[in-house]
């Protein structure tokens, strides 16, 4: 009896510990999630998407071992918009982060706080492009504003500090160095988020000898007269030869500039060029110009017999080069990151997601940058791993978002989605239990009069069509059949052939507007506070 009476006790004693062994292993049953954003990284320069531009084996790995989002899109083809709608779940007229202009009010909800609250230790390191220290993560380390490739400015934890090095490398050293020292009894979700390939192009020194001496496919478009779509295309400032700068973003030096006759596009190219090589070390900044004054010596050589056919294949050339070559470093620390995951036993329960915060113009259509709702710059590149429930080498045609991405998330972490999120949660997609989803995606763009002057617009895609509305100055509709002219070349919204399609189309397009609380009126308040700023 006395035994028995010692054992009754001690089991009393060990329920308690027992309950919390219990809980403790239900919190590591969570997956981790890594959440790696890149910036302007168009999908055709990931080259599991097939387009043969460049090799990006350490990406590539997540399409092989996980899920390849053919026709992932955004909400809105803008650097730090796209960044408030990863985090609130919500579209950019509701998180009030509509251009790049706005403030973005930090009180509001995001995943990473609801997170938190639920047991998640959190950390945002690199790019974020929005004002105010960052709620929601215990640990951050963002860059200011855009950030620069060489020997940036960091705001970790509030403090202002100039770290020597790479950008790309450091973002990976900093993000590899806070897992590393990380509370190992929490489940984990740090937001990974490279400036690269951010405008203006500088690639890591053990990149520019290679990457310098490529020749890039051209796009069939990239002569494109826009004869087929209407003013907003006509009168972007996008064109590579015309308005991309030629000293910031062709790297031409600004004294050569003037020895050649060249004009400034924009008032801060030299600006541009000068700051962002001074910001080198002279170490630096030799071996830099080991590789690219032989490669303006022959530009100044050949530039007054060029005709504006070849200026425009050579600046094409160059950018790409560059861009290309930003990327090589973000695929670097991709493997780092992912053979991290695999040394410390992190593998089969960490989600791995890479992404861009839109897509990008490589030449098509003659262009740089995104902002339109055309293709290039409304599909994202997006690429899932998670081991302990996905099947690898799957490739997805589903109309997700990233207005999708929060929702997802705390679905995977077993966290209550907020009833005001406007996302869903693709979870079932990934897995395969449930193959359903939306018919149609809702995208708007409001930055204009602005840089690159994209007209304001706001509109649908379906599997096969695109309705675009650009209004303010003007009021054009534009209507695409993307199975017949998968490049956008023709607006068939006034032909005959397309009537019926039309009125579905801008039926769908009201219902998502009233499903989404958009209206003609806020594009207005929208509107007048951005022309109210810049009187």
Not at 165 to 180: E, I, K, P, S
Not at 342 to 363: A, P, R
Request: hydrophobic residues 35%.
């Amino acid at each position: 009896m006395k035994w028995l009476l010692i054992t009754g006790g001690m089991l009393t004693m060990l329920l308690p510990l027992m309950a919390t062994a219990q809980a403790d292993a239900g919190i590591k049953k969570r997956p981790n999630i890594v959440y790696i954003m890149s910036d302007d990284h168009g999908y055709q320069a990931v080259s599991a998407y097939g387009y043969g531009l460049n090799h990006t084996p350490n990406i590539d790995r997540l399409a092989e071992e996980g899920v390849l989002f053919t026709r992932a899109t955004v909400t809105n083809s803008l650097c730090a918009p796209s960044r408030a709608v990863l985090l609130t779940g919500k579209h950019s007229f509701i998180n009030g982060k509509v251009d790049n202009e706005a403030r973005f009010n930090w009180n509001q909800d995001n995943f990473a706080k609801q997170l938190q609250q639920h047991g998640y230790q959190t950390a945002l390191i690199g790019k974020i492009h929005m004002d105010g220290l960052p709620q929601g993560f215990d640990y951050s380390a963002v860059l200011i504003d855009q950030g620069e490739y060489y020997n940036p400015n960091f705001i970790i934890n509030g403090k202002k500090q100039q770290v020597p090095g790479y950008v790309t490398d450091l973002t990976t050293d900093m993000t590899l160095d806070w897992m590393a020292k990380r509370d190992t009894s929490k489940p984990f979700c740090v937001l990974f988020h490279q400036k690269a390939p951010h405008r203006e192009w500088l690639p890591a020194l053990r990149h520019i000898a290679a990457y310098t001496k490529l020749n890039v496919k051209e796009p069939a478009t990239l002569f494109d007269d826009y004869k087929g779509r209407g003013t907003a295309a006509r009168t972007a400032e996008m064109n590579i030869l015309k308005d991309m700068n030629w000293a910031g973003d062709s790297k031409v030096p600004p004294a050569m500039m003037d020895e050649l006759g060249l004009k400034q596009t924009l008032t801060w190219d030299k600006a541009a060029y000068n700051n962002n090589l001074g910001r080198m070390t002279p170490e630096e900044r030799r071996a830099w110009d080991t590789v690219y004054n032989p490669i303006m010596a022959d530009f100044k050589k050949r530039y007054p017999a060029m005709s504006r056919t070849e200026l425009m294949r050579w600046r094409y050339q160059r950018y790409m080069q560059d861009y290309l070559g930003t990327v090589a470093a973000v695929d670097d620390g991709v493997g780092r990151l992912l053979d991290f995951l695999k040394t410390n036993g992190l593998e089969e329960n960490t989600i791995v997601i890479y992404t861009s915060d839109q897509g990008f113009y490589l030449g098509e259509h003659g262009w740089f940058d995104k902002r339109f709702m055309y293709e290039e710059s409304l599909r994202t590149p997006l690429l899932i791993r998670y081991p302990a429930e996905i099947a690898g080498g799957k490739r997805s045609g589903a109309l997700v978002q990233n207005l999708d991405f929060a929702p997802t998330l705390l679905d995977y972490a077993g966290v209550p989605v907020p009833e005001d999120m406007q996302g869903r949660s693709f979870r079932k997609l990934l897995n395969g239990t449930d193959t359903s989803w939306r018919d149609a995606v809702y995208y708007t763009y409001y930055e204009y009069p602005s840089i690159h002057m994209v007209k304001r617009h706001y509109g649908v895609r379906t599997d096969r069509y695109k309705l675009i509305h650009f209004y303010y100055d003007v009021d054009e509709w534009e209507l695409y059949d993307l199975q017949k002219d998968p490049h956008e070349m023709k607006n068939v919204y006034n032909d005959p052939a397309y009537i019926s399609v039309r009125k579905t189309l801008h039926k769908k397009l009201e219902q998502l507007r009233k499903q989404y609380g958009d209206s003609d009126q806020q594009d207005q308040s929208f509107l007048k506070q951005a022309l109210k700023k810049s009187s």
